[in-house]
């Protein structure tokens, strides 16, 4: 419901809204935001990857991803989000101030259907939040290895954020979405890099087009079938507000 009637919006406010303290903006990288808010559970409370909307204006939302869960009564979450897009979510997101109350909308947790236990996570900047989350949710609840992270992501924010996640990999984006991060899939398939890793599954978030290429470039190579594959396109070119 990115853009709907204000009424629809209220409707969705009623049902679904959370109230939700903001207590702390950071900038962990060039073109990164991560929020810290404290906000009211959903049923069945909050989990790593859960997806939560924020009501911009009362005719327009924008999704976000949890990236953690913590703090006293598990109220505590947190949302990375990358500010390339030069939308009214993001001009939100930026205006945003500590002590700040907010409205989350969000549901029971539904989480993605991922294949396999050996799996390879790839994205951009917007889904590193939601690769970490399900990385982590991953190893911890059914045992899966991840057998690589690779995330591109503007590249004065290379650095910073592989001093964070050593055990990532980040590229540094060229002029188009998705190329680096192509070449550097196209690359690893070639060289076998996935080889004796038993990979079995993948989650692909991001640029929906740049998604498309990764999931045939894992096809044409037979690393992995259609079904083991994962995707969510978070934003598309042209589009607003997936
Ligand atoms: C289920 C789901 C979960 C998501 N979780 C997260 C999250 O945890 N963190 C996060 O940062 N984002 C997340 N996103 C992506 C985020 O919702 C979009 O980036 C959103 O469109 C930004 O809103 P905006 O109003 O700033 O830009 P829009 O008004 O939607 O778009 C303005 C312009 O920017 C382009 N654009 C949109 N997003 C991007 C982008 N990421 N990079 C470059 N160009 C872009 C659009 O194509 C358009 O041309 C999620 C999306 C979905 C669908």
New binding site residues.
Partial sequence: M?QAPAFVGDLATSLLGRRTDVLDVREPAPG??ELELRAEAPSGGWQRGH?VQFR?TPS?T??????TVGGPESEHIS???????????????RSLRVGDRITALAARYWPLREHGTRRLYLG???????LDAYAQRGAASVGAVTVAVAVEVPAPAVAPLAERWPEYRFLPAGEA?GVALQSWLERALREGEFKGSGLDGALL???AQSIQRQRRALTDSQALSRRAITT???????????
């Fill in positions: 990115p990164f935001l997806e911009i327009l924008r999704r976000y991803t949890v990236r949302i990375l989000a990358a500010t390339e897009a030069a939308g009214p979510g993001t001009a939100w997101l951009d900047g917007c889904s590193l939040g939601t979405p978030l991001g640029h969510k396109p978070y934003w598309s070119t042209g589009k607003t507000g997936l």
